[in-house]
């Protein structure tokens, strides 16, 4: 449940506001160092009580719910507190990692005076469907032409989708450079958190579980070396740490804590020869990266399985029918490939779900676009 929290702090006048700090630490590397930035916080309900906030928040509330009636729409208090903020802090635009947030799309169709744009930070799949009505932001940074193909298909009223690739992938290619050395034989991605293993996603409990099963049986058998890359974050790491020693039989195991500022998990999976995965946005990442990938999906439901006409190839392993040996197979198989056959098998696919640009990396072009957009405004000013 959302917090209200107070203040009386003079907002500070900007040029670009970052819609929420969860993710703001992909968007700042693409602002440059003469941009005047903030963040607004939309986790809890922040009330400024500062005396240049009331004829901002006045406005805005007066001019909302006449919108509201007019549309036969419920009138949303967060949206006009979060509005008037935007407004009295001047942003001529307001960007977020949070590409999914409903109120986001909101209001960039109900304020004029700012850009908006939203910047993909994870794989989507079928819940678009769900949520499709409410997804209708004024411009949208994406991962590649599936994201595009999907939420058209969808009905989502997007204006204007830019192919970016992942701004997140772009980053770690930037902080480490070129190749790394091969370490392990076998990455097991986790996709662990309480919540989805207790509550809500028990078919993703049950394939990991097995998919762990499998993974570690295959390198106990051929004398080969896995690795576990970490999921929850700091609070929750003994809590994913302390289910996995309870589901494997081989503790001499090599377990790395997952670290957002050190891209602990790209650098495992990059330090590694297979990766196996169930669905988690890294895969797709790292298929982009040329890095050879299993997709497994050992349950029933298609949520879980790679979506669409790639659903079937050497990437994949799927159905709740899929034994010990189909999936020791099929490592084999990858194993034996080399880096160039996996590329001319993979290119296609992965170039689908994530651009890729050697010469180009994703937060440059969004620095361009911003500093475009800047531009134009300050022109029209």
Not at 95 to 106: E, L
Not at 282 to 299: D, H, P, T
Request: with cysteine.
């Amino acid at each position: 449940m959302a917090r209200i929290r107070f203040s009386s702090k003079k907002p500070k006048l900007v040029d670009v506001l970052i819609y929420d700090s969860v993710g703001s630490e992909n968007i700042k590397a693409s602002l440059g160092n003469r941009t005047k930035w903030g963040i607004i916080e939309v986790r809890d309900i922040e009330i400024n009580v500062h005396p240049i906030m009331f004829p901002n928040v006045i406005s805005v509330v007066l001019r909302l719910m006449f919108l509201k009636l007019r549309q036969n729409e419920k009138f949303e208090l967060r949206i006009a507190l979060e509005l008037a903020l935007i407004k009295a802090r001047r942003a001529k635009l307001v960007i977020t990692n949070i590409d999914n947030s409903r109120r986001f799309s909101a209001l960039s169709r109900i304020y004029g005076e700012a850009k908006f744009l939203a910047v993909q930070n994870a794989f989507r799949t079928d819940e678009i469907d769900d949520v499709a009505k409410y997804l209708c932001v004024t411009n949208f940074f994406c991962f590649g032409k599936e994201t595009i193909d999907r939420y058209v298909k969808a009905g989502c009223s997007i204006d204007q989708y830019t192919v970016l690739g992942s701004l997140r992938n772009g980053l770690y290619r930037r902080a480490f450079p070129g190749k790394r050395e091969k370490k392990y034989d076998l990455c097991f991605v986790s996709q662990y958190k309480q919540a989805r293993f207790q509550v809500s996603m028990p078919e993703l409990k049950q394939t990991s579980i097995r998919l762990l099963e499998f993974s570690e049986r295959y390198c106990l058998e051929n004398d080969r070396k896995l690795v576990i890359a970490g999921n929850a974050k700091d609070k929750r790491f003994p809590y994913e740490f302390q289910y996995f020693l309870e589901n494997l039989t081989n503790r001499n195991i090599q377990f790395k804590p997952n670290n957002q500022h050190s891209f602990s998990s790209y650098r495992t999976i990059d330090e590694s020869e297979v990766t196996v995965v169930i669905n988690s946005t890294i895969g797709y990442e790292s298929m982009a990266r040329g890095q050879k990938v299993l997709f497994c999906n050992f349950s029933e439901n298609p949520y879980y399985d790679v979506p669409g006409r790639y659903r079937d190839g050497v990437w994949s392993l799927s159905g709740g029918d899929v034994n010990y040996g189909m999936f020791s197979k099929r490592l084999d198989e990858l194993f034996q490939m080399t880096t160039e056959e996996w590329a001319s098998l993979t290119r296609e696919m992965a170039e689908y779900f994530v651009h890729e640009d050697s010469g180009r990396l994703p937060q440059d072009v969004l620095t361009e676009q911003i500093g475009e957009l800047l531009t134009k405004t300050d022109r029209r000013a």
